[in-house]
């Protein structure tokens, strides 16, 4: 039967000393994979903390909790692992500071996503983001269609920046408001101003079928021109 505190169990787990230096490669391997499998996940996925830090947070937050509630995870160990994580982060800070390309790999950079009223599709592609994410972003901002907004970003935290049109400056876009997205159709039905659903590219249309200029695709929606109420 075991007792409480056996201090050679509750510091190290009846391990050798030398089972530290697993401990510090261990640490190091997860901070790693930690760090790589956020990264692929997108900043989306981590909105408002980048992901060097939701890193940070995760790692300290397995190393504390673990010895708080299991006996065969000793302190020393998880005190091992702070000391790794802490290390870790000062010298991904000073790599940050030295280099610009690390740094837009450990935080990732600003993209734009809107440009005057349309997609930025090489954008798109890099950002693990749906459309219909974006449209969701953007009608919480009081977004009626892509003609009322001049710019969006992406920032490295998630979160998106919007700068819209003056009034006198909005133009036919896109619109996102799901009645009236929805009521897209590779056949234009009469002649008008229409927007195309994949790219946002918009143009005055004829009646029958047509190919997007931009993006090649072939997939109109009616156009809109109301002005934005905040």
Aim: glycine share 8%; hydrophobic share 45%.
């Amino acid at each position: 039967m075991k007792e409480i505190f056996e201090w050679n169990r509750v510091l190290f787990n009846e391990l050798p000393g030398i089972f530290l230096l697993e401990v510090i490669f261990r640490s190091t391997v997860m901070f790693i994979i930690l760090l790589l499998t956020l990264k692929l996940a997108g900043k989306r996925g981590v909105k408002q903390l980048s992901i060097f830090e939701t890193v940070i947070v995760i790692a300290l937050g397995s190393a504390a909790g673990d010895p708080m509630f299991y006996e065969d995870v000793g302190i020393v160990p998880a005190a091992i692992v702070f000391l790794v994580i802490i290390i870790l982060y000062r010298g991904v800070t000073w790599l940050t500071g030295k280099s610009k390309k690390f740094e837009e790999f450990i935080e990732g950079k600003t993209e734009c996503l809107i440009d005057d009223g349309k997609f930025s599709l090489t954008s798109f592609k890099k950002e693990t983001l749906a459309q219909d994410e974006f449209f969701s972003e953007l009608r919480v901002n009081s977004v009626e269609h892509l003609g009322q907004v001049k710019h969006a970003f992406i920032e490295p935290s998630g979160e998106v920046s919007i700068f819209y049109y003056e009034d006198e400056k909005v133009g036919y876009g896109l619109p996102i408001l799901p009645a009236l997205f929805n009521e897209k159709s590779k056949i234009i039905p009469t002649d008008g101003t229409y927007s195309c659903t994949f790219c946002g590219h918009t143009e005055e249309q004829q009646a029958g079928n047509a190919k997007c200029k931009v993006c090649k695709k072939e997939e109109w929606v009616s156009s809109i021109k109301t002005l934005r109420i905040s």
